[in-house]
């Protein structure tokens, strides 16, 4: 088995370089973490977690357009063989984004009062202006990301990232005396930024855009229709599984208990939204290939246990030191952050794991069977939270049990999945015990002999 593993490792690196092209898009995704993180402690001393709170709305509104932005047409520019049906791929989800541009533009001009009733944050529909703004700038990052991970210009991606995030963080450094208004134009802007680097990046050279024709845009549109009537649901239940919980908690307990939570997503998600899309990216890239030549389980295997040794220690440091770490870092009013990542760390370590393995949906073409897996996770997890509430919960509990449904469905898609692709199971989940229970294991023994 090792020696065959070590055919397929020196396949996969003579066939576009697999190890350096993660090292390349993980070690750019991992400066741009670096930078966030590093700026965090600065930014919880100018900004409020009720600030923060509006800033969680804004970006759920944002993920909810932004996920049907292209139709989710740009997920199928991995996989045509030709150059002309990838640009024609290309060219069909732009024009996409630019009819959903509109669509948020009238959105934010009927509904921006109302929906900031409905929340019970008056104060955000002076905000809703930069909405149809961030939606084109993250839209057009998607597709250029998307054309470039096909071309492996893993380079510009990975310095792409990295100028996001110094541009985002300036620009909420130099604005915090606007307060909430300071961090949306940070996220709005920060994103242009990158969209128009990778969008220069993108058409360079490319005389193939020029020649694109109507019947070849609408042959790409029949072929990968999936992508629209499927992967579009899909990806709305995705997204309303996460970014629906910030929206609740703001309109039921406040903008302080909500700018807690999404402030404390963010920050423990950070390496499934960097990293773990950089392997993904890579894993899209060579996983079509894998799979046309019967060696995609063997792939799958090597991803993952990738995956659960980057994600072990992290995971570990957040459910033994995570309050303490929390106040320590980013202040004394962060401490009850600190209490929510302990419970949120199960749950993101699996998403991290499975975040880049969700491809397998593109490459075996499961539209279906991903729209179900989403609308089950949906459910499960809205279930819980509803029933908290209706319980009367507080809102730390309501908190904690989302968060521990959350790791249980995330648990069952991915194994449902892997089985699909006829992976190895048992090895994945034998690979997950030994890693986080050693690493929980070594930390409370410090803990207790130090603290």
Not at 69 to 79: D, K, V
Not at 282 to 300: C, D, I, M, Q, Y
Not at 311 to 316: E, R
Not at 408 to 435: E, H, P, S
Request: charged share 10%.
């Amino acid at each position: 088995m090792n020696s065959l593993l070590e055919k397929v490792k020196r396949k996969l690196n003579a066939q576009g370089g697999l190890l350096k092209s993660i090292g390349l898009l993980v070690g750019g995704t991992a400066g741009a973490q670096l930078i966030l993180i590093a700026a965090t402690p600065v930014l919880t001393r100018l900004y409020s977690p009720s600030e923060f709170g509006l800033l969680a709305a804004f970006v759920s509104l944002l993920a909810f357009l932004t996920v049907v932005a292209s139709a989710r047409y740009e997920l199928a520019i991995h996989l045509p063989e030709k150059i002309e049906e990838t640009v024609a791929v290309t060219v069909l989800s732009f024009i996409c984004l630019i009819f959903t541009t509109l669509i948020s533009i009238i959105f934010t001009f009927l509904f921006a009062e109302p929906l900031s009733a409905l929340l019970k944050v008056p104060e955000l529909a002076s905000y809703l202006w930069l909405l149809p703004l961030a939606v084109f700038f993250v839209g057009l990052y998607q597709i250029c990301n998307a054309w470039c991970v096909r071309h492996k210009q893993y380079k510009a991606i990975a310095s792409t990232r990295i100028i996001q995030s110094i541009v985002t963080l300036l620009i909420q450094f130099s604005t915090f005396k606007l307060a909430a208004l300071g961090l949306l134009l940070g996220q709005a802007f920060g994103q242009g930024v990158g969209s128009v680097k990778l969008s220069l990046q993108s058409i360079k050279d490319t005389k193939e855009f020029r020649s694109v024709q109507l019947h070849q845009i609408k042959t790409v549109a029949k072929r990968y229709k999936s992508f629209p009537i499927y992967s579009t649901w899909t990806g709305l239940f995705n997204t309303a599984s996460l970014q629906l919980a910030p929206l609740v908690f703001l309109s039921l307990f406040g903008a302080t208990v909500a700018g807690l939570y999404a402030l404390t997503l963010k920050l423990v998600s950070l390496p499934i939204s960097l990293i773990g899309q950089a392997i993904g990216s890579v894993f899209l890239s060579e996983a079509p290939k894998a799979h046309r030549e019967g060696r995609l389980n063997t792939l799958v295997l090597q991803f993952n246990k990738k995956l659960v040794q980057l994600g072990c220690l992290p995971t570990a440091i957040l459910i033994v030191f995570g309050p303490e770490l929390f106040a320590f870092v980013l202040g004394e009013q962060w401490y009850k952050a600190g209490e929510y990542a302990q419970w949120l760390a199960p749950w993101i370590f699996l998403q991290f794991q499975w975040t880049p393995l969700s491809n397998l949906t593109v490459v075996l073409e499961l539209q279906k069977e991903a729209l179900i897996s989403q609308l089950l996770t949906f459910f499960a997890r809205f279930g819980a939270l509803f029933y908290a509430i209706g319980a009367g919960m507080k809102a730390d509990h309501a908190i904690q049990l989302f968060a521990v449904v959350s790791a249980i469905v995330y648990f069952i898609r991915m194994f449902w999945f892997l089985n699909r692709a006829k992976v190895n199971t048992g090895r994945i989940m034998l690979d997950n015990v030994i890693y986080i229970l050693l690493s929980i294991l070594v930390l409370a023994s410090i803990r207790l002999a130090f603290f």
